[in-house]
């Protein structure tokens, strides 16, 4: 059976994540503090999001959703489950397949989430592997007065082709990014005119960010977008994320500007 969690029920909800939410199944960044976490769930239901309650044969699951209704896309942001994981999640998929059939959908789990991990594994969802995600902290690192160099819009169909052909089958495509709503700068390197290279950044004022997308035509002009990347988001950014493949060459790189393994990660849609 699966309700659909209201304000009302939000601290039987809190309650329950913080019972569980303990080792190979403790949800990636779900705050610790009891009043924080309600707080975040309560925002997540302002903006439209999602939240599940799910029980069946004595097991129990809450699903946390970023829900974009408008681009049929849904992200699980935080599972948590006590009992039969097949059971729960049985459940869950066969609710969205009926309420949100078009929906694109995408969870990101920890390494160390391996009962769930195995779960989409044995239902064959869509996966590019784990990934390495680094960081680099940007604590007493100052703001330089040299300019930031942005994409414009004159550069918006070259950016659009590259982009589009290097970076496929992913949400933020070319369109997405260029939305003036998208929560991104881009930034770009250019020689003679001519676009040789862009990083694009989370810009949300937050305490730590992530480049989602950084393409160089040589190691030099990716460690320049990487330097520019860490400028555009100071002063309020403590730390700075990026997120590597499995096919990725550039760890050695990373590592040499000061970047260090955070966590190891995979992805899986449908």
């Known amino acids: 059976m699966i309700k659909l969690v209201d304000a009302l029920m939000l601290e039987e909800m809190v309650t329950f994540i913080d019972t569980h939410n303990l080792g190979a199944k403790e949800i990636r960044y779900m705050e610790k503090n009891h009043s924080s976490m309600k707080k975040r ?4 239901l302002d903006k439209g999001g999602l939240l599940l309650r799910v029980e069946e044969d004595n097991s ?24 039969d994981i097949d059971i729960v999640l049985d459940q869950t998929f066969a609710y969205f397949k009926e309420e949100y059939p078009d929906f694109e959908i995408d969870i990101v789990l920890s ?5 769930y991990i ?14 390495q995600m680094m960081v680099i902290s940007l604590q007493g690192k100052r703001k330089e007065p040299k ?4 994409l414009s819009k004159e550069d918006y169909e070259i950016f659009s082709q590259i982009h589009d052909q290097i970076f496929k089958n992913v949400y933020w495509t070319s369109e997405r990014l260029l939305d003036k709503d998208a929560p991104f700068l881009i930034m770009v390197h250019k020689e003679k005119d001519k676009l040789l290279g862009y990083s694009v950044c989370s810009n949300k004022g937050r305490s730590e960010e992530e480049i989602y997308f950084l393409y160089g035509e040589s190691k030099e002009i990716k460690e320049h977008l990487l330097i520019r990347s860490m400028q555009a ?5 403590k730390n700075l994320l990026y997120l590597l493949d499995q096919s990725s060459n550039m760890q050695p790189m990373l590592e040499a500007m000061g970047f260090q393994e955070k966590e190891t990660i995979i992805t899986f849609s449908m």
């Open 111 to 115: 390494k160390k989430n391996e009962e």
């Open 41 to 44: 769930l309560q925002n997540r």
């Open 147 to 150: 300019k930031v160099d942005k």
């Open 60 to 83: 129990i699951g809450y699903i946390e959703c970023m829900l974009l209704e408008e681009e049929s896309y849904m992200q699980l942001v935080s599972l948590c489950i006590d009992g």
């Open 118 to 131: 195995q779960y989409f594994l044995d239902q064959n969802f869509d996966s590019t592997g784990f990934e």
């Open 233 to 237: 988001v100071l002063p309020t950014c």
